[in-house]
Nanobody
Framework: VQLQASGGGTVHSGGSLRLSCRTSGFAMDTHAIGWFRQAPGKEREGVSC????????YYADSVKGRFTISRDNLERTVYLQMDNLKPEDTAVYYC???????????????????????????WGKGTQVTVSS
């Protein structure tokens, strides 16, 4: 299994970036996949992910309405379109997928979605996103 993230860079607040995650070695239609990020001194957190079943998508509250996850199965690539970027979006962004195909990237409880950050078994090298104010 390999995942290769790209597309990071430095933008001003309000700008946009499109991250790409090229994948190989697993079936995209059975594995959940997602984008995660880690800022200096902070824990890794979920940003957006997609279940394999029906392609349901999920977003962290902090990025809803600004980020969009999508995938192209033929190109074996998952994208994260990031618009209206804010300085607090500055982090290293990773794409990740699960090992045994459970097909779910998180769970919903009491109306809140919890990303399966530590249940993702395969991680690509991150790509740095820096947003200046």
């Amino acid at each position: 299994v390999q995942l290769q993230a790209s597309g990071g860079g430095t933008v001003h607040s309000g700008g946009s970036l499109r991250l790409s995650c090229r994948t190989s070695g697993f079936a995209m239609d059975t594995h959940a996949i997602g984008w995660f990020r880690q800022a200096p001194g902070k824990e890794r957190e979920g940003v957006s992910c997609m279940d394999s079943h029906y392609g349901a998508t999920y977003y962290a509250d902090s990025v809803k309405g600004r980020f969009t996850i999508s995938r192209d199965n033929l190109e074996r690539t998952v994208y994260l379109q990031m618009d209206n970027l804010k300085p607090e979006d500055t982090a290293v962004y990773y794409c990740a997928t699960e090992g045994p195909p459970r097909g779910k990237c998180g769970s919903t409880s009491s109306g809140s979605f919890r990303f399966y950050v530590y249940q993702m078994d395969y991680w690509g090298k991150g790509t740095q996103v820096t947003v200046s104010s």
